[in-house]
């Protein structure tokens, strides 16, 4: 890792002036590490990572830490406002996040370790690039740093995309985006001018389809300065399930967020149903979800909705076991959401 100089952001404006995307500066560089650029920094987890893999040498990086109000978690009329540099382990432990943001709590307190979880921060998280093994190895010039080739596409794919693989076939690594997007939450980027947009998560999340080479559309000179997440309704019931190789410090092999809503006669009239770590982005099972609505939820129903989560689903040579672990990730999420009272 090449020597750096770190500065400390005093504000948003300073950070927003000279610094470049993580995507930007990789894509610029045709696959070797980029240098003579600024960087801003949140926890530094993945930052620290492709530094050492020798994928981005920065000679100056802007800590976001002094920054006044980035940190913090307001709840607000309308739902939360989660400050980009609010730590998951602060996600985790807020108690109005417990109390009124269940499965937003628990997917922030099942992320990474206990040691990582006191670092790294939620908008780290939701920006932290795929951990697909050939992208993150200086030695394959894959399809997203300017290559010609997917080597996951006919190499060691067990952890890759059963959705959305045609091209590249990493999945998002993000554990609370699963959630975040089920529950509507939007970020709030900030650029150099002080001028804020919104984006939905939905949008902000961007598939190879779209760009090869980035995951988002943040731009230069933005900032990610908020997560915002509107209020859940009160005929709203939620369920987050994951499941890992282990049980603790492991990314999932696939995580099921699941928002239903129900009416006066206890029929779904609102079904929200998000896969994680099955595709680039976090998916939608949006024929899952039409199968749901306008009828009563029962173990039979929540069976052929998992069913239909699959729909569309094109696995790779070694990670076709992820099928029947999201089908049944989702059949027992829609399960338990029903049973949640309302």
């Known amino acids: 890792m090449n020597p750096f100089a770190l500065v400390n952001a005093r504000t948003i404006a300073e950070a927003t002036r000279t610094s470049a995307t993580v995507a930007g500066l990789m ?8 240098s003579d650029v600024s960087i801003v920094k949140a926890g530094g987890i ?3 990572d492709l530094m050492k893999e020798t994928l981005l040498s920065p000679d100056r990086i802007l800590n976001l830490r002094e920054i006044p109000g980035l940190d913090q978690i307001a709840v607000k009329v309308d739902g939360l406002r989660i400050g980009a ?3 998951l382990a602060a996600l985790a432990g807020h108690p109005f996040v417990r109390d009124h943001f269940k499965i937003l709590a628990h997917a922030a307190a099942a992320s990474a370790s206990p040691q990582i979880r006191n670092v790294a921060t939620a908008g780290g998280n939701l920006l932290q ?12 010039h894959c399809l997203k740093k300017g290559g010609d080739h997917c080597f996951a596409d006919n190499g060691e794919n067990r952890y890759h995309a059963v959705f959305d693989n ?14 975040l997007m089920a529950l509507g939450a939007s970020v709030e980027l900030v650029d150099a001018r002080g001028m804020t947009r919104k984006v939905g998560l939905a949008e902000f999340f961007v598939s190879p389809s779209v760009d090869l080479t980035r995951e988002n559309n943040i731009g230069n000179g933005e900032i990610l300065t908020a997560v915002e997440v ?11 399930l994951k499941q890992g190789e282990r049980d603790s410090a492991d990314w999932p092999l696939a995580d099921v967020a699941v928002v239903l809503d129900f009416d006066a006669e206890d029929k779904c009239a609102r079904a929200t149903i ?16 039409a199968l749901l609505v306008g009828r009563k939820i029962d173990g039979a129903v929540a069976m052929e909705a998992g069913r239909a ?8 040579a070694r990670n076709s076991f992820k099928l029947p672990l999201v089908e049944t990730l989702v059949r027992r999420a829609i399960s338990q959401a029903a049973a949640t009272p309302g």
């Open 230 to 240: 509107p209020s859940i309704r009160a005929e709203s019931r939620c369920a987050w």
């Open 129 to 140: 690039r795929p951990r697909c093994w050939y992208f993150r190895a200086k030695e394959f």
């Open 309 to 316: 989560a699959l729909d569309g689903a094109t696995p790779l």
């Open 85 to 87: 540099m609010a730590t």
């Open 166 to 179: 045609d091209l590249c076939a990493i999945v998002h690594p993000s554990t609370i985006a699963t959630v």
């Open 274 to 289: 998000v896969l994680g770590a099955a595709a680039p982005a976090p998916r939608r099972a949006r024929s899952a979800e």
């Open 27 to 34: 894509a610029g560089s045709g696959g070797s590490p980029a």
């Open 46 to 48: 993945d930052l620290l």
